[in-house]
């Protein structure tokens, strides 16, 4: 104990002031100070440290406790990992049950996937024949609505020459009468 505390004038005050008060009941503090001072001692109050006897007997009980406890743990373990191992095995067949329906899940979806892409292909080629046929009827229209402005324009225009020639005739007769 000297070694964890070293000894000065305010220690042995402390000491004495501790031993001095009433009678309590002990703090836990206490009890393992009292449990260290008496694991230390045997019950003759010599040092465990002194005798050489005492700290070998405690260390063949404390190895023969170990033994047995390592003994037991053996025999649990090897129960355990064969019944760890047997669970393992089941448990890897449940996932590979698992995987193999996921896969085949998988394959489904994607044979889907691809009928639904290659309707959507069709949908939009046709939707792009469509819309370049909507294109072309539009500027079909365009240019059968500009040929129809420009034949009214050219029956105007037949129109006026007609009457252009008519006046021009009316003129040429009315010059050769007032010529004759």
């Known amino acids: 104990m000297s070694s964890y505390y070293p000894r000065t004038k305010d220690l042995t005050r402390t000491r004495k002031s501790v031993t001095e008060s009433p009678p309590s009941s002990p703090s836990p503090t206490d009890k393992n100070y009292r449990h260290d001072r008496l694991s230390r001692y045997d019950s003759s109050g010599e040092s465990a440290t002194d005798k050489p006897l005492g700290r070998a007997s405690s260390y063949t009980r404390r190895e023969t406790r170990l033994a047995a ?74 240019r059968v609505s500009n040929m129809e402005d420009e034949l009214k324009v050219l029956t105007e225009l037949k129109s006026d020459n007609q009457r252009l020639k008519d006046e021009n005739g009316a003129l040429i007769r009315v010059i050769s009468k007032l010529s004759k």
Do not use: C, P
């Open 69 to 142: 406890l390592s003994r037991q743990d053996q025999d649990s373990t090897t129960k355990d990992y064969k019944k760890m191992y047997a669970e393992a095995l089941h448990e890897n067949e449940k996932l590979k049950s698992r995987l193999h329906d996921s896969k085949h899940e998988l394959v489904k979806i994607r044979s889907q996937l691809d009928k639904v892409t290659q309707r959507h292909d069709r949908i939009s080629e046709r939707s792009t024949v469509l819309e370049s046929e909507k294109r072309e009827k539009q500027a079909l229209e365009k």
